[in-house]
């Protein structure tokens, strides 16, 4: 399997997913300013939608959108417990959450890297994603992750997400529960592994 990425983006999210199984994937970076691969390929000829994460399957089928990518990931080894079996409760509950991240946290804060959006608009943004942060801090008092007390896929994406925050100034020590979440993520070696792979340690 090949993982086309960029370092720091949505894509490390699955890339700690890959360390945590211990799977044989193939790094392959993409510059998000070009959309080229390091050999000088176009990822738009590779993946259309232009954007990471993007999964290639050994018989050559593209995966694309990452909280896709990530189960299908968990799926290759459900003994490691990333995401609970198909079908259970416990999977839609799982789905939930990284819907909520992906709609309510990923989408609110990307459209502050583009300088097109004014400070009118990146205030709003901001306003709207610090509102739902609120829901992610409340359900980490009482669990120290996501789905209770062991780490599942949906903990990859939202330390992906919550490590962007830095950038757009918003200060994660404000929620105690948020603060030591990202403490206990960063101690972890897959997390540790995919972060220097990356260059972001």
Request: charged share 25%.
């Amino acid at each position: 399997m090949r993982l086309f990425y960029s370092p720091g983006a949505c894509s490390l999210s699955p890339h700690i997913v890959c360390r945590e199984l211990g799977l044989d994937v193939k790094l392959e970076r993409m510059d998000g300013k070009t959309h080229t691969l390091a050999d000088g390929r176009d990822y738009y000829a590779i993946n259309p939608k232009g954007s990471v994460p993007a999964l290639q399957l050994d018989g050559g089928e593209l995966l694309t959108e990452g909280a896709v990518i990530v189960q299908y990931l968990a799926d290759q080894k459900p003994e490691a417990g990333l995401a609970p079996r198909a079908g259970t409760m416990e999977r839609y509950r799982l789905m939930e959450w990284l819907n909520f991240i992906a709609t309510d946290l990923h989408k609110q804060l990307s459209p502050l890297y583009n300088p097109k959006v004014n400070d009118e608009g990146k205030a709003a943004l901001k306003d709207r994603f610090v509102q739902r942060l609120g829901v992610v801090a409340k359900r980490l008092e009482q669990a120290p992750y996501l789905m209770g007390a062991a780490f599942t896929v949906a903990d990859a994406y939202l330390f992906t997400i919550l490590r962007w925050t830095k950038r757009f100034e918003i200060d994660l020590e404000q929620w105690p529960s948020l603060a030591a979440f990202m403490k206990r993520m960063a101690e972890r070696p897959a997390v540790k592994a995919a972060l220097a792979a990356e260059g972001l340690s």
